[in-house]
């Protein structure tokens, strides 16, 4: 067998042959590179979570939720959309874990969904699993294709089905929010944090309202795009919660409508950034969904 020498080649690696070569190989690269680009650990910084032993933490069985610690890549929804799940860095899989789900504005996907909100270190350092969803069209189909999510990562990885949070940005948050209304979704979450969600006063007034629920609205006096819709959507959650009609300030800026039934708060927390902008209130998040511990079985039915 003769020997392989670049020199065999030559012959046929005239201009026009290398430009051939060249636009069979540019998808392939691409392909590559986008694969390897959006799922990455650029923005996955992980948290240690403190345990606390007792017999009132949840558990699931030794060797019965095969997800792994740390940044997992890729899961998909039965109809395709992928969505990445990170734990803790010290993820015990026989503790379950409250889980955030946190829903991609349009024009954004779970990488950069993750890299915007900045949300994993604080939510793994403080006990949770957090999941980033893609973007689909959105659509009433869509939407309770998201909402498949928290069951999904249930089944992989060790979380408590009483303690489900979703959060999302723009149409990330209407998302969160119309699932926590809609008929057949409205029993999955225990609390939702909505940013720069586009549901409007009619949009909400056609729905029934849902059990009483815990809701953190976040929206700028800037947001030219839904201008106004947080505060008249919290003032229907308000309505719902049948909360005092006079909220409370708090410390940080934000109002509480107490005394509401079940004894869940309405928050309303308004910014000054743009549209496209987070709110940057991870902090506020982060404690909101913690001080909510469960919400009745017989509300989410």
Not at 270 to 282: A, C, D, F, R, V
Request: hydrophobic residues 35%; proline residues 5%; aromatic residues 10%.
């Amino acid at each position: 067998m003769s020997k392989f020498s670049f020199n065999d080649l030559k012959p046929y690696l005239t201009q026009g042959n290398i430009v051939w070569i060249g636009l069979f190989l540019l998808p392939l690269v691409i392909t590559i590179f986008l694969f390897f680009w959006q799922d990455n650990d650029d923005y996955s910084h992980l948290g240690n979570a403190s345990y606390t032993s007792g017999n009132s933490v949840e558990r699931c069985a030794n060797g019965s939720r095969p997800g792994e610690s740390g940044a997992s890549y890729g899961e998909k929804t039965a109809e395709g959309i992928k969505f990445n799940v990170r734990t803790p860095l010290n993820y015990d899989s026989s503790v379950a874990h409250p889980l955030i789900v946190v829903y991609a504005p349009a024009g954004a996907n779970r990488r950069k969904m993750e890299k915007k909100s900045d949300l994993t270190y604080a939510a793994t350092t403080a006990g949770f699993i957090i999941a980033y969803a893609d973007h689909p069209e959105l659509s009433t189909t869509s939407t309770i294709e998201l909402s498949t999510i928290p069951a999904l990562v249930a089944k992989k990885w060790c979380v408590d089905q009483q303690r489900i949070y979703l959060t999302g940005h723009s149409d990330g948050g209407t998302v969160s929010m119309a699932i926590s209304f809609m008929t057949g979704t409205k029993h999955i979450p225990t609390a939702i944090a909505a940013s720069a969600a586009g549901i409007d006063t009619a949009s909400l007034e056609s729905h029934r309202c849902p059990a009483p629920l815990s809701v953190m609205i976040m929206h700028s006096a800037k947001d030219r795009l839904f201008p106004g819709f947080g505060l008249k959507s919290t003032g229907w959650w308000a309505d719902c919660n049948d909360c005092e009609l006079i909220p409370d300030k708090l410390d940080n800026g934000c109002i509480v409508y107490r005394g509401c039934d079940n004894g869940v708060e309405t928050w309303y927390c308004e910014g000054n950034k743009i549209h496209s902008q987070w709110p940057g209130l991870n902090k506020e998040i982060i404690a909101f969904f913690s001080s909510i511990k469960k919400r009745s079985l017989s509300l989410m039915k």
